[in-house]
């Protein structure tokens, strides 16, 4: 919990409301009410048999946790009802978030408009003339778009912004941070939220394949679709957990986001009022960042990576630019899926491995959303016009 001083009453506020909402058999209800009937949940395990076929030869088995399943496309939605739910049990009617390609933005702008809430999304202007769509979307759900014109006008100005907000306004206001990142007791609330991926994948991996799986993959960005699904087999030692960052145009260089595969960029340090690795420069500022997928494209990285980065018991490795776009197109081709960039990534790893795959092996990538949001990424990086 490194936060300034005049956030340190807000932060004991959630981190108190909090423990009490876990124990709200009501609130409690009415979020898996939600879940279930809105959010989409649980969302389906597919075993992809095509692309197992074409990567192994039926050596092994591929099963895709189908989060881009969720309402609005991606797993953010989970964290934004289970927020604006906590918000309105602490009585807050005022919902504030970040938002870098436009997600987390728009899930946050659903859930207020569900819950009859007003919201303000900070946006760095940089990301507002890149992502116009999500920003008329988020207009069309009743929000606010709050240019961001500090810094590097992106994502982590957008972040800085909205704690501004906070420090000023907390009485009736809620920060919904976006991903398991931030001052705690945020870290925590969003792993916790998302933890219902890894819950409902055990289940539904000992239902399909009578075992547990030998690895799982998810991409990192800030780390909650990741940590999301890892939270339910972190005490099976015999399951691999294999987090994978944007390696963006290669580890040379600082056009990557890669914080904790050993790279001579990322140290120790603290961003958004977190204590975890953190790409900077040799004096200490934060790096700037580039991934061809935006929900990857960040500085920092949610501590308890970090944690079990330290420790070993995840590993993390990278795929850049051109090997996620190649398997954003084999997903495409074998299975009719269209993934997000960001979850690209984690099948990019799978395709990287393959021929190193054991027969017999169980392997769950987290598909953690939809790519119609990146048609057009993909277009330009492919150098086509549409
Ligand atoms: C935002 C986003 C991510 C990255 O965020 P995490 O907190 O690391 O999960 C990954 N995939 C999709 C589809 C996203 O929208």
Same mark, same amino acid.
Not at 50 to 70: H, P, Q, S, V, Y
Not at 208 to 218: D, H
Not at 262 to 290: C, E, N
């Given at each position: #919990?490194?936060?300034?001083?005049?956030?340190?009453? +807000?932060?004991?506020?959630?981190?108190?409301?909090?423990?009490?909402?876990?124990?709200? +058999?009501?609130?409690?209800?009415? !979020?898996?009410?939600?879940?279930?009937?809105?959010?989409?949940?649980?969302?389906?395990?597919?075993? =992809?048999?095509?692309?197992?076929?074409?990567?192994?030869?039926?050596?092994?088995?591929?099963?895709?946790?189908?989060?881009?399943?969720?309402?609005?496309?991606?797993?953010?939605?989970?964290?934004?009802?289970?927020?604006?739910?906590?918000?309105?049990?602490?009585?807050?009617?005022?919902?504030?978030?970040?938002?870098?390609?436009?997600?987390?933005?728009?899930?946050?702008?659903?859930?207020?408009?569900?819950?009859?809430?007003?919201?303000?999304? !900070?946006?760095?202007?940089?990301?507002?003339?890149?992502?116009?769509?999500?920003?008329?979307?988020?207009?069309?759900?009743?929000?606010?778009?709050?240019?961001?014109?500090?810094?590097?006008?992106?994502?982590?100005?957008?972040?800085?912004?909205?704690?501004?907000?906070?420090?000023?306004?907390?009485?009736?206001?809620?920060?919904?941070?976006?991903?398991?990142?931030?001052?705690?007791?945020?870290?925590?609330?969003?792993? @916790?939220?998302?933890?219902?991926?890894?819950?409902?994948?055990?289940?539904?991996?000992?239902?399909?394949?009578?075992?547990?799986?030998?690895?799982?993959?998810?991409?990192?960005?800030?780390?909650?679709?990741?940590?999301?699904?890892?939270?339910?087999?972190?005490? @099976?030692?015999?399951?691999?957990?294999?987090?994978?960052? +944007?390696?963006?145009?290669?580890?040379?260089?600082?056009?990557?986001?890669?914080?904790?595969?050993?790279?001579?960029?990322?140290?120790?340090?603290?961003?958004?009022?977190?204590?975890?690795?953190?790409?900077?420069?040799?004096?200490?500022? *934060?790096?700037?960042?580039?991934?061809?997928?935006?929900?990857?494209?960040?500085?920092? *990285?949610?501590?308890?990576? =970090?944690?079990?980065?330290?420790?070993?018991?995840?590993?993390?490795?990278?795929?850049?630019?051109?090997?996620?776009?190649?398997?954003?197109? #084999?997903?495409?081709?074998?299975?009719?899926?269209?993934?997000?960039?960001?979850?690209?990534?984690?099948?990019?790893?799978?395709?990287?491995?393959? +021929?190193?795959?054991?027969?017999?092996?169980?392997?769950?990538?987290?598909?953690?959303?939809?790519?119609?949001? @990146?048609?057009?990424?993909?277009?330009?990086?492919?150098?086509?016009?549409?």
């Amino acid at each position: #919990m490194f936060a300034p001083e005049t956030l340190m009453p +807000a932060l004991a506020e959630v981190e108190a409301a909090y423990e009490l909402f876990g124990g709200d +058999a009501h609130w409690q209800s009415e !979020y898996r009410r939600l879940l279930e009937t809105y959010n989409g949940r649980p969302t389906p395990l597919y075993e =992809a048999v095509n692309l197992a076929a074409r990567l192994t030869g039926g050596r092994a088995r591929i099963f895709l946790k189908r989060e881009d399943l969720n309402h609005t496309g991606a797993h953010k939605i989970t964290n934004a009802l289970g927020q604006a739910l906590l918000a309105r049990f602490m009585g807050k009617n005022r919902l504030i978030a970040e938002t870098g390609a436009g997600q987390h933005g728009v899930a946050t702008a659903t859930a207020a408009a569900l819950l009859g809430m007003s919201c303000d999304i !900070y946006m760095g202007t940089i990301d507002m003339e890149r992502q116009k769509p999500n920003v008329f979307r988020m207009g069309l759900l009743g929000a606010r778009v709050v240019p961001v014109e500090s810094g590097g006008k992106t994502l982590k100005d957008a972040v800085n912004e909205a704690m501004r907000d906070w420090t000023k306004s907390v009485k009736d206001t809620h920060y919904a941070f976006g991903s398991a990142l931030g001052p705690h007791p945020f870290p925590t609330i969003v792993r @916790d939220f998302q933890s219902i991926i890894g819950t409902e994948c055990r289940a539904q991996i000992l239902k399909a394949a009578g075992r547990l799986p030998s690895e799982i993959v998810a991409c990192v960005g800030g780390g909650s679709n990741a940590i999301g699904i890892f939270s339910a087999f972190i005490k @099976d030692n015999g399951v691999k957990l294999i987090g994978v960052e +944007a390696g963006g145009k290669g580890l040379r260089g600082n056009q990557h986001a890669v914080r904790l595969t050993p790279s001579p960029h990322a140290k120790p340090g603290i961003l958004h009022g977190a204590y975890s690795y953190v790409l900077q420069d040799r004096d200490g500022q *934060i790096a700037d960042t580039h991934s061809v997928s935006a929900g990857l494209d960040y500085s920092g *990285i949610g501590p308890e990576h =970090a944690h079990l980065f330290d420790t070993g018991r995840a590993t993390y490795t990278f795929a850049t630019d051109k090997e996620a776009v190649g398997a954003f197109k #084999m997903l495409c081709e074998t299975e009719g899926i269209i993934p997000a960039l960001e979850s690209s990534h984690a099948a990019a790893y799978v395709i990287k491995q393959a +021929a190193k795959i054991k027969k017999d092996s169980v392997i769950v990538i987290n598909l953690s959303g939809r790519g119609d949001k @990146d048609i057009e990424s993909v277009a330009k990086f492919l150098g086509t016009d549409i």
